[in-house]
């Protein structure tokens, strides 16, 4: 039904004490006002350099994968365009197992420019369409004219589409939380597996993704948090 659909429609000062005796109570005052903003600062910086990489899971009937998305926040419509993957799969099913190499390329859809339709970009050796399309809200829309209904996921119903070493690839998209969540097909060079290989059918899987946190940002909020308490210790010592 992916592969049909796609085919048949080609449509991101320093606090200075007094000099009286309220002197110390008042800065202890202001330096606890400054604790929300700094760590609000320090927690958006951390937040804010995490946002282009996600850890991710996918797993059921069979299937178990994990690794990392990298995504820059170049998609239409509200979407990241994964630029990057890494990690290891394994299909129980076709009894093979590899490392995830990286992406299979799809260049940017072409969109009609008034609303969120348009034809699947890429195909796979095996026939499946593709756009490499990410929503970290999981509020995907409708992208294909002739299957309005399927929205919501990470992933449109074109979908993500990885390399698995040993000449395998995967095709992993969403019919949207309410028909199914999401869907991976798998093939051997370029032949679909026997499971899945009619149109419309795939392996039911569950998916899952978070934020990475850089080991940088993850630094500069521990080294803020320990200058905030050295900070308190002497002004309380004060």
């Known amino acids: 039904m992916k592969t049909l659909f796609s085919k048949r429609f080609p449509l991101f000062a320093r606090l200075k004490s007094g000099?009286?005796?309220?002197?110390?109570?008042?800065?202890?005052?202001?330096?606890?006002?400054a604790i929300p903003p700094l760590m609000a600062g320090m927690l958006c910086v951390t937040s804010s350099a995490r946002a282009s990489d996600y850890d991710f899971s996918i797993s059921g009937s069979g299937i178990v994968a994990s690794g990392t998305l990298q995504v820059s926040n170049t998609g239409p419509f509200g979407a990241s365009t994964v630029?990057?993957?890494?990690?290891?799969?394994?299909?129980?099913?076709?009894?093979?197992?590899?490392?995830?190499?990286?992406?299979?390329?799809?260049?940017?859809?072409?969109?009609?420019?008034?609303?969120?339709?348009?034809?699947?970009?890429?195909?796979?050796?095996?026939?499946?369409?593709?756009?490499?399309?990410?929503?970290s809200g999981g509020n995907s829309p409708a992208v294909c004219l002739d299957a309005p209904?399927?929205?919501?996921g990470d992933f449109d119903i074109y979908g993500l589409s990885f390399i698995i070493a040993g000449g395998y690839a995967a095709d992993l998209w969403s019919n949207g939380p309410g028909l199914g969540g999401y869907q991976l097909n798998d093939s051997l060079n370029g032949a679909p597996f026997v499971t899945p290989n009619q149109d419309g059918l795939a392996y039911?899987?569950?998916?899952?993704?978070?934020?990475?946190?850089?080991?940088?940002?993850?630094?500069?909020?521990?080294?803020?948090?320990?200058?905030?308490?050295?900070?308190?210790r002497r002004k309380r010592t004060a």
């Open 19 to 33: 000099t009286h005796a309220a002197g110390p109570r008042k800065s202890r005052g202001l330096t606890l006002l």
């Open 83 to 135: 630029t990057g993957i890494s990690g290891n799969f394994k299909d129980s099913n076709d009894n093979f197992s590899g490392a995830i190499t990286g992406l299979n390329f799809a260049s940017a859809p072409v969109t009609d420019g008034t609303d969120t339709f348009f034809s699947a970009p890429a195909f796979t050796a095996a026939g499946f369409s593709y756009d490499n399309l990410f929503w």
């Open 149 to 152: 209904i399927f929205s919501g």
């Open 204 to 232: 039911s899987v569950n998916f899952a993704a978070a934020p990475t946190p850089e080991p940088s940002s993850l630094l500069l909020l521990g080294s803020g948090m320990t200058g905030l308490f050295t900070l308190l």
